[in-house]
């Protein structure tokens, strides 16, 4: 399929740095209008649109905490308004603390859940009526749902939920010819995983997998470039672990 520069139009939630960039820039190479989303600090989210910008790409930055269900509408109206109808959503947002069970806090509790969770059920919800048929849809969750490491009980609950939504969710958009997948990433190169671990540590988790590295942003960014794209047309309600056969 040969869609000409721009015509279809994509949300990356969480896309002013790290993974959610690295698809922002994918897509917009792939021709698609993209959408910007961030929750605070409109700088690096405005840096890349003028980066996408230069390089003929319509783009634009959006606020809205997608955690906030009211946000996530006007987050909606603003693209359509602004670049058309959303073609793909990608489900990008999301933090990542690691303590354990015992000692995790109700505050920490509930910004991870609102976070991941919370933030995917408003895009989901709000995607139902609003994607053009045809449309696509990718999740994010993670690895680590698979490793049972220590200090991720919390965050892998939010996966296990982000999984639950893509499985049901793809059969409950019958009839639209819209796809409904995740990408569950293995360990990866941005800040969100390096802040707080020791060098010691970050290369443990670079001996994990056989290719015997960390994964970069642009590893997912394909990845996801793929689902989003037309040769996926056939996977639906899938989760794709792209980590480098560490599990």
């Given amino acids: 399929m040969n869609t000409p520069r ?5 949300i990356v939630t969480g896309a002013s740095r790290g993974i959610g960039a690295a698809v922002a820039q994918r897509l917009a190479k792939d021709g698609f209008a993209v959408a910007i989303n961030y929750a605070s ?7 890349l649109v003028a980066e996408l910008t ?7 930055a959006v606020q809205a905490d997608v955690a906030n269900a009211e946000e996530v509408r006007r987050m909606f109206d603003t693209v359509e308004a602004q670049l058309g109808k959303v073609d793909v959503l990608v ?6 603390k690691t ?5 995790h806090s109700d505050a920490l509790y509930d910004q991870t859940f609102d976070s991941n969770v919370r933030g995917t059920f408003n895009t989901l919800r709000e995607a139902a009526t609003r994607l053009n048929a045809g449309g696509r849809i990718v999740n994010f969750s993670s690895t680590t749902l698979a490793l049972n490491m220590p200090g991720y009980a919390i965050y892998n609950a939010t996966k296990a939920a982000v999984e639950a939504f893509t499985h049901v969710f793809a059969k409950e958009l019958r009839g639209r010819n819209i796809t409904v997948n995740a990408v569950a990433p293995g360990p990866i190169a941005t800040s969100l ?3 707080g671990k020791t060098e010691e540590q970050i290369q443990t988790f670079a001996k994990m997998p ?5 994964g970069q942003p642009e590893d997912i960014a394909s990845v996801v470039a793929f689902l989003a794209g037309p040769d996926a047309g056939w996977v639906n309600g899938q989760i794709l672990r792209a980590n480098g056969g560490v599990a």
């Fill in 99 to 103: 303590v354990p069970l015992a000692n």
């Fill in 54 to 60: 230069a390089a003929g790409t319509k783009a634009i």
């Fill in 6 to 10: 721009n015509t279809q139009v994509a």
């Fill in 91 to 96: 489900n990008n947002a999301g933090v990542l």
């Fill in 41 to 47: 600090g409109s700088t690096q989210a405005e840096a």
């Fill in 210 to 214: 056989p290719l015997q590295r960390l």
């Fill in 193 to 195: 995983f390096l802040d």
